[in-house]
């Protein structure tokens, strides 16, 4: 366990997860003068077998186990993860204390051929997530997708040397790390739905942990949490785990929440979207009801092991 005045907050050795946690750090310790906050960095499975697929790993917990294993052993005192890491099931023991204001959650294209209807047939896009593939098939299909995995300073140098045409990547992870002016073209949620929680943090600490909880809560912001609260319940009413793609945003206007989803099939290159809307109040309730209304609308048929 910490001393008393000192806060130990896990996080992966990424730069961009470092910058992350020191958003957090930082404004903990504006609200918390009297308290030292101090990073430690843990490799995760997903950090330490880049060059092994994510599907081969296993897709979900990959880049949050070890951190919640220091968190249950006391190693750590919370930890701050991507929220679109996590799986939908938290750990007995642990807790999510708050999900701070959200970023950006859009995709992003960094080219230097031009946007995306303006990249010539054959241009290579790199990415490894089926879920951003098959969009951009879908827009174009003449374009040829390469698998890429490795960090965004890795993935910027594939580009920067002529390697791949360009990259897709989350809009949040280039503007925390001052790399805004690399982006070529911010995607249209409307046909590249962003990944579940992509562009939230996540603070997770121990259940029961009253005093940190205290800590962190005035980091959580409502809106934010219903949104990927909503994405999270129709992931997980979806089956979590699938292997295809499945997208969803969730975002809240005057107390009612608004929910996209997307389902698609990497095979065949099929495509559903539907919409929800709730109460914000009801968030888990709004993402579950979208979820079943794919299921009505063929979801099964697109992705393996949904029960309808």
């Known amino acids: 366990m910490s001393p008393v005045n000192k806060i130990v907050v896990g996080t992966r050795g990424s730069r961009l997860a470092m910058i992350q946690a020191g958003m957090v750090i930082a404004e903990l310790s504006r609200m918390h003068p009297g308290l030292e906050f101090e990073p430690l960095a843990i490799r995760t499975t997903g ?144 046909s590249c739905v962003p990944a579940v929680g992509q562009g939230a943090l996540a603070v997770e600490i121990r259940a029961g942990d009253d005093r940190i909880s205290g800590l962190v809560s005035p980091l959580d912001h409502r809106p934010s949490r219903a949104g990927v609260t909503a994405e999270r319940a129709f992931l997980k009413a979806l089956g979590g785990g699938c292997r295809e793609p499945i997208a969803a945003l969730g975002t809240v206007d005057s107390d009612i929440l608004y929910i996209n989803g997307m389902v698609a099939n990497c095979e065949d290159g099929r495509i559903l979207r539907a919409e929800a809307e709730g109460e914000s109040s009801d968030a888990e309730g709004t993402g579950a009801r979208l979820a079943r ?9 697109l992705i393996g092991g949904i029960q309808a």
């Open 47 to 190: 950090d330490r077998r880049k060059r092994v697929s994510l599907e081969e790993l296993g897709g979900t917990g990959i880049f949050v186990k070890e951190l919640e294993e220091a968190l249950l052993n006391g190693d750590i005192d919370m930890a701050v993860h991507s929220l679109k890491d996590m799986p939908t099931d938290t750990p007995d023991g642990l807790r999510i204390a708050a999900v701070p204001q959200r970023a950006d959650p859009r995709d992003v294209l960094i080219s230097a051929r031009g946007k995306l209807a303006e990249l010539p047939a054959g241009a290579t896009i790199g990415t490894s997530s089926p879920r951003r593939a098959v969009q951009i098939k879908a827009q174009r299909p003449e374009l040829e997708i390469r698998p890429l995995r490795g960090n965004v300073d890795t993935r910027l140098r594939k580009v920067s040397s002529g390697e791949l045409d360009g990259t897709v990547m989350a809009a949040a992870a280039m503007m925390r790390m001052g790399l805004e002016d690399r982006i070529t073209e911010y995607l249209p949620v409307d």
């Open 293 to 301: 209304r794919m299921i009505e609308l063929g979801a099964a048929e």
